[in-house]
T-cell receptor, first 113, second 114 residues
Framework: KQEVTQIPAALSVPEGENLVLNCSFT??????LQWFRQDPGKGLTSLLL?????REQTSGRLNASLDKSSGRSTLYIAASQPGDSATYLC????????????FGRGTSLIVHP | AAGVIQSPRHLIKEKRETATLKCYPI?????VYWYQQGPGQDPQFLIS???????DKGSIPDRFSAQQFSDYHSELNMSSLELGDSALYFC?????????????FGPGTRLTVL
């Protein structure tokens, strides 16, 4: 059974710092991995989707990398801003198996001015 | 661009009451998924539908049922509500059933059971 772990569980940083959020998964035979942002009590906003054949995806200040062999993905946030404060979740889909994604519990990020 | 719509956004019910949550997928999307997210928890898959037929089933209690209608909207019916059912309920939609097809999530319905 796929297990997804996100470290750290919580992070508080001053504005302007570059951040790295980690996601690890136990079954490396994944189809794709997706990073989401969730504001308190709100829905999930898709940030980046990385297919298994890709190594990274970039969108603005966000860069996500994928290393299937080691079962890891990182989300890099450059020049963090208070508006980046949210919970970031990663979800993976296993190749050839159920198309239902397995989520991590997320990293709660606070960027203070 | 149109997104997934969920209604109501907030719902307060008493124990043992029933609740119905609605999900309207992105136009042309034929697949709907329901998730439950408890406080501080990751989203847990409940059930999904493809072309109006149940396609997969997760940790959905027997007290809950769901269906997808001819216009592809879906309803999650919850009966004999318990305190532990208080959670954020997400609906997601996709075009097609395979892992390749990205799921798009709605804003969620916050259910509080008193």
């Amino acid at each position: 059974k796929q297990e997804v772990t996100q470290i750290p569980a919580a992070l508080s940083v001053p504005e302007g710092e570059n951040l790295v959020l980690n996601c690890s998964f136990t079954d490396s035979a994944i189809y794709n991995l997706q990073w989401f942002r969730q504001d308190p009590g709100k829905g999930l906003t898709s940030l980046l989707l990385i297919q298994s054949s890709q190594r990274e995806q970039t969108s603005g200040r966000l860069n996500a990398s994928l290393d299937k062999s080691s079962g890891r993905s990182t989300l890099y946030i450059a020049a963090s801003q208070p508006g980046d404060s949210a919970t970031y979740l990663c979800a993976v889909r296993v190749a050839g198996g159920s198309y239902i994604p397995t989520f991590g519990r997320g990293t709660s990020l606070i960027v203070h001015p | 661009a149109a997104g997934v719509i969920q209604s109501p956004r907030h719902l307060i019910k008493e124990k043992r009451e029933t609740a119905t949550l609605k999900c309207y997928p992105i136009p042309r999307h034929d697949t709907v998924y329901w998730y439950q997210q408890g406080p501080g928890q990751d989203p847990q898959f409940l059930i999904s539908f493809y072309e109006k037929m149940q396609s997969d089933k997760g940790s959905i209690p027997d007290r809950f049922s769901a269906q997808q209608f001819s216009d592809y909207h879906s309803e999650l019916n919850m009966s004999s509500l318990e305190l532990g059912d208080s959670a954020l309920y997400f609906c997601a939609s996709s075009l097609g059933l395979t892992s390749y097809n990205e799921q798009f999530f709605g804003p969620g319905t916050r259910l509080t059971v008193l």
